[in-house]
């Protein structure tokens, strides 16, 4: 099935509040696997992170991840938007500081540090299940 609004309002109706998925990134032949934070919205998945971590420095080299949290995974193509408060981040970042509220000021995301970025990753296929229903699809 190709990426439709079914699957986007499927998403939607299940990440569009603070998530936590798993994210594969590969440097070489060795994959690595981290819990973010995350929230689904305009067909993509939206993390705020470090600019100079280790998923961002295996991204920059290939920009391809795995997905996987609450019966999805999937793949998708993860591009840094650069510091949060760019202009061009504000609507974003409305969206995310209201999800992530309950831990967004405890220190953790330093606003101040141009290091600190918006990173979208589009989705580009998945499988999805609900309530027995199985959803696999392609953008």
């Not at 798993?22 to 705020?48: H, K, M, Q």
Request: negative net charge.
């Amino acid at each position: 099935m190709q990426f439709n609004q079914e699957i986007d309002q499927l998403l939607s109706e299940r990440f569009s509040k603070d998530s936590l998925i798993a994210l594969a990134t590969c440097e070489g032949a060795t994959p690595s696997v981290r819990a973010v934070n995350t929230v689904y919205a305009d067909g993509a998945f939206w993390v705020i992170t470090y600019a100079k971590s280790g998923k961002m420095r295996q991204i920059a080299v290939n920009p391809i991840v795995g997905l996987c949290g609450e019966w999805f995974t999937g793949h998708g193509t993860a591009q840094s938007l650069g510091h949060v408060l760019l202009p061009d981040n504000a609507a974003m970042m409305v969206i995310l500081r209201k999800a992530f509220a309950d831990w967004y000021g405890n220190g953790h995301v330093n606003e101040a540090d141009p290091d600190t970025i918006l990173l979208c990753i589009t989705v580009t296929d998945g499988v999805f299940f609900r309530n027995g229903t199985r959803y696999e699809f392609t953008r």
